[in-house]
């Protein structure tokens, strides 16, 4: 099975641009989850989709959101860009049932400008 | 709210050596996940090893294996016969049983020498 992918994998972003990642899941997996990785807050969980609908959220700004589409892809967006965007997004699939073994793509690198 | 603390930022160990990476946690539920993840320099993060917190033995896989300590809320790892490809920063995670959602601790750096 192919694994978990997300693209871009890297992205450069200017302040008060507005950015869409993208994350697709291992086959048969439902649930995909949003995390960010900074050096100083460490791993944080943004929100969690399942089929199609938000199941789980995280304490981000509103400026974040998401969606999953009907195939079980996942776009993650984040509007107005502040300089503490800047992190490595990674994405997370499971079956969406327990145990919720997550399974992480390769990561999002953003740099914001 | 779940707290997950992993008190090593950086460990060592030389190869072929046994190394025990640490990690507390804070719940108040009784029945939940704890993972442990490994994200090497490419940053892809690897499952290593899941523990039910209902199962009193302790998870296995190959050379890792962990002490679960429930009533202590301990979850540490042991690496046998460690490799240079162990080398790599490992996090520990919490998850409840009613979703997704993992709380990662700060993670460990482990330096594998030769």
Known sequence: KAGVTQTPRYLIKTRGQQVTLSCSPISGHRS???????????????????SETQRNKGNFPGRFSGRQFSNSRS?????????????????????????????FGPGTRLTVT | AQTVTQSQPEMSVQEAETVTLS??????ESDYYL????????????????????????????????????????????????????????????????????????????????
């Open chain 2, 35 to 114: 993972f442990w993840y490994k994200q090497p320099p490419s940053r892809q993060m690897i499952l290593v090893i899941r523990q039910e917190a209902y199962k009193q033995q302790n998870a296995t896989e190959n050379r890792f294996s962990v002490n679960f300590q429930k009533a202590a809320k301990s979850f540490s790892l042991k690496i046998s016969d460690s490799q240079l490809g162990d080398a790599a920063m490992y996090f520990c995670a919490y998850q409840e049983t009613s979703g997704s959602r993992l709380t990662f601790g700060e993670g460990t750096q482990l330096t594998v020498n030769p």
């Open chain 1, 32 to 50: 995909v989850s949003w995390y960010q990785q900074t050096p100083g807050q460490g791993l944080q969980f943004l929100f969690e989709y399942f």
């Open chain 2, 23 to 28: 990690c507390t946690y804070d719940t108040s």
């Open chain 1, 75 to 103: 776009e993650m967006n984040v509007s107005t860009l502040e300089l503490g965007d800047s992190a490595l997004y990674l994405c997370a699939s499971s079956t969406g049932t327990n145990p919720y073994e997550q399974y």
